[in-house]
């Protein structure tokens, strides 16, 4: 009787793991060096008749971004959505879940990946100086692991699933203007689409968009890129949904004092936990996830509001695709 209880009590203390014990999702990501342009059409696209002002007289930059592999062998980069950027890989976990993040450092410099949100050791911070995965010199690498519990998931009014900022963290204000910036995602325990696709289920399409003015030029107003995702007038293009999508859209900003900006869409609103808007306000380093249903077909302004970022061309247009109709076969004479 004693050891029957013993063995009940063992499989009561095992209970949990089994059940809490997410996946491993595993990432290789390297650090490289790139050159940027913030227009890659070279046109103001937003006023075709009209040029890009100051902003306009250089678009091309060195830059360093976090650009993620299929394997270890960091041979075959994995495709990103044209509207993602400059932003680094996309990192996905539902709650329970374990990031292992293969950090492989193929720029000049030290670099690092330092998680908002996540649950991590010293070692694994990725800032401060300190710890085993602080500095990554060049040509070293360094796995990052990071937990996605309880605290790194979606709090009872969040959606199911909400965005944190990873960036480098070395050189704390210069490894961000380089570009060395990107997001995780964590979707709330039991919404994801599967195991193997921690995607929410409950959401059709996200969207992620970085309102940052980068510094190119120590402060010179031609050289302060009032960017979307890394592009400026227009240049940021990709941001389509079909009618009737559920749209959630990542939200983040970082920079200085100047970085304080109103995300506004045109022809659709938001919910933001449970504020209904259509002006999402960013910080440095904010982090928002808000939801909209895409039902009012058409192409429409997506746009930072602050009067000086509008003219400096903080401003690109987003669309919402009629869903296609069902065919109706025409009228024609019946078969007897
Ligand atoms: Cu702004």
């Given at each position: 009787m004693k050891s029957l209880l013993r063995v009940a009590l063992l499989v009561l203390a095992a209970a949990p793991f089994a059940t809490q014990a997410g996946q491993i999702r595993e990432y290789w990501v390297a650090a490289e060096p790139v050159t940027w342009d913030y227009a890659p059409s070279g046109k103001n696209l937003l006023h075709p008749g009209s040029d890009m002002g100051v902003w306009g007289k250089r678009l091309s930059y060195p830059k360093y971004r976090y650009i993620r592999y299929t394997d270890a062998t960091y041979r075959t980069p994995v495709p990103q959505p044209e509207w993602m950027g400059i932003l680094g890989p996309e990192l996905l976990g539902e709650v329970g879940d374990t990031l292992k993040v293969h950090f492989r450092n193929r720029a000049d410099r030290p670099f690092s990946m330092h998680p908002h949100g996540l649950r991590y050791d010293e070692d694994n911070d990725g800032a401060d100086h300190r710890g085993a995965g602080a500095m990554i010199a060049p040509g070293k690498s360094y796995t990052y692991t990071w937990t996605l519990d309880e605290g790194a998931g979606p709090g009872p009014s969040d959606p199911s699933s909400i965005v944190w900022l990873y960036h480098s963290h070395v050189d704390h204000v210069a490894d961000i203007y380089q570009g060395l910036i990107g997001t995780i995602v964590v979707t709330r325990k039991g919404m994801a689409i599967s195991s193997a696709d921690p995607r929410p289920r409950d959401v059709d399409r996200n969207f992620t968009t970085l309102f940052m003015v980068f510094d190119e030029e120590d402060g010179a107003e031609g050289g302060l890129?009032?960017?979307?995702?890394?592009?400026?007038?227009?240049?940021?293009?990709?941001?389509?949904?079909?009618?009737?999508?559920?749209?959630?859209?990542?939200?983040?900003?970082?920079?200085?004092?100047?970085?304080?900006?109103?995300?506004?869409?045109?022809?659709?609103?938001?919910?933001?936990?449970?504020?209904?808007?259509?002006?999402?306000?960013?910080?440095?380093?904010?982090?928002?996830?808000?939801?909209?249903?895409?039902?009012?077909?058409?192409?429409?302004?997506?746009?930072?509001?602050?009067?000086?970022?509008?003219?400096?061309?903080?401003?690109?247009?987003?669309?919402?695709?009629?869903?296609?109709?069902?065919?109706?076969?025409?009228?024609?004479?019946?078969?007897?």
């Open positions: 890129k009032h960017a979307m995702n890394g592009y400026i007038f227009g240049n940021l293009r990709g941001l389509e949904a079909v009618e009737g999508e559920r749209v959630r859209w990542h939200l983040v900003a970082l920079g200085s004092e100047v970085d304080l900006h109103t995300a506004h869409w045109h022809g659709e609103t938001v919910l933001d936990h449970g504020r209904r808007t259509d002006v999402i306000e960013l910080l440095p380093a904010s982090m928002v996830s808000v939801d909209m249903v895409a039902d009012n077909p058409g192409t429409w302004l997506y746009h930072c509001h602050v009067g000086d970022h509008m003219t400096a061309g903080m401003m690109t247009r987003w669309t919402v695709r009629p869903r296609p109709q069902p065919t109706v076969a025409p009228p024609g004479p019946q078969p007897n």
